[in-house]
């Protein structure tokens, strides 16, 4: 089981509707990310969170806007979406540092903007 | 820009055959290079990872190849398994920055029994 934990699993909601995904990692590391997966695309870099700062901010549109309220959590609130938002949005997770370190990936939660 | 990209969209192997997957990047500054697997319904899991001073890293079954001089990666799995079966991405970064991770689109393999 992956040291990453997102939930939900599967998000149904309407345009008008406001939402937040939860991610939690087990894995003692100190930097977070949500990257976007739709069908056929490469991965999307989103957010970024080290030490619980924000790092970077992808030119992602205001009516996402993520929280990391400490280095084991993080979330992604979501307001007034658009069909298109539709996608697998995973969080990762890794020990930020001067050593390389790879990315641990949570299950992901499925949205589907109706 | 840079980009990281797949030789091939799907590939269909024999089980306990060897498979090949391939990935061209195309930043020569990228100096980390990551496998990941993704099976259906599931995140990335990472598979094997490789610094630009090494040219081969083998785990278990698995190895990657690194050819700076061609902006060149492949994954190598021996004895490929029915459990094998998933998408396949190679990822890169350069500058000794780990967050800016560029994914390739993926590739399908697909373990015929």
């Known amino acids: 089981e992956t040291g990453v934990t997102q939930t939900p699993r599967h998000l149904v909601m309407g345009m008008t509707n406001k939402k937040s995904l939860k991610c939690e990692q087990h894995?003692?590391?100190?930097?977070m990310y949500w990257y976007k997966q739709s069908a056929k695309k490469p991965l999307e870099l989103m957010f970024v969170?080290?030490?619980?700062?924000?790092?970077e901010n992808n030119s992602v549109p205001s009516r996402f806007s993520p929280e990391c309220p400490n280095s084991s959590h993080l979330f992604l609130h979501l307001h007034t979406l658009q069909p298109e938002d539709s996608a697998l949005y995973l969080c990762?997770?890794?020990?930020?540092?001067?050593?390389?370190?790879?990315?641990?990936f949570g299950n992901g939660t499925r949205l589907t903007v109706t | 820009g840079e980009s990281v990209g797949l030789h091939l969209p799907t590939l269909s192997v024999q089980e306990g055959d060897n498979s090949i997957i391939n990935c061209a990047y195309s930043?020569?500054?990228?100096?980390?290079f990551i496998w990941y697997k993704q099976e259906s319904g599931k995140g990335p899991q990472f598979i094997i990872d490789?610094?630009?001073?090494?040219d081969k890293r083998q785990g278990q079954r698995v190895t990657v190849l690194l050819n700076k001089t061609v902006k060149h990666l492949s994954l190598q799995i021996a004895a490929t398994q029915p459990g094998d079966s998933a998408v396949y991405f190679c990822?890169?970064?350069?500058?000794?920055?780990?967050?800016?991770?560029?994914f390739g689109k993926g590739t399908l393999l697909t373990v015929n029994p």
């Open positions: 930043n020569s500054a990228s100096d980390y």
């Open positions: 490789i610094r630009s001073n090494m």
């Open positions: 990822a890169e970064t350069a500058g000794g920055s780990n967050y800016k991770l560029t």
């Open positions: 969170y080290n030490f619980k700062e924000q790092t």
């Open positions: 990762a997770s890794t020990r930020a540092g001067t050593a390389l370190s790879p990315l641990h």
């Open positions: 894995l003692g590391h100190n930097a």
